[in-house]
């Protein structure tokens, strides 16, 4: 789906080969406006101050997977409608 639309990954990050620490995803956090955060079909849009690391859990105690930062906003889980919106900003 990113390829598709154009967009240009800068970074990628095998979530298991190199798992994101408490202080990298601290350091997401501190450089993005707005987190959204989609589980299932629910999804929530929260100012970065307001977040916790546990918003970016999923239920196993890992950070969710994907993970993808759009400018100052940040992406955490999958969700198809979620991501399209994203990529059309």
């Given amino acids: 789906m990113l390829e598709s639309s154009g967009a240009e990954v800068g970074e ?22 707005v987190v959204v ?3 299932g079909k629910a999804r929530r849009e929260i100012p970065a101050r307001e ?27 999958f969700q198809k409608e979620a991501l399209e919106g994203e990529l059309a900003r």
């Fill in 37 to 39: 955060v989609v589980r």
């Fill in 51 to 77: 977040a916790s690391l546990d918003d970016l859990r999923g239920p196993s105690g890992s950070f969710r997977a994907p993970i993808l930062r759009f400018g100052r906003r940040l992406l955490v889980g």
């Fill in 12 to 33: 990628l990050r095998q979530s298991r080969r190199e798992p994101l620490s408490d202080e990298g995803a601290r350091d997401l956090l501190a450089s993005v406006d």
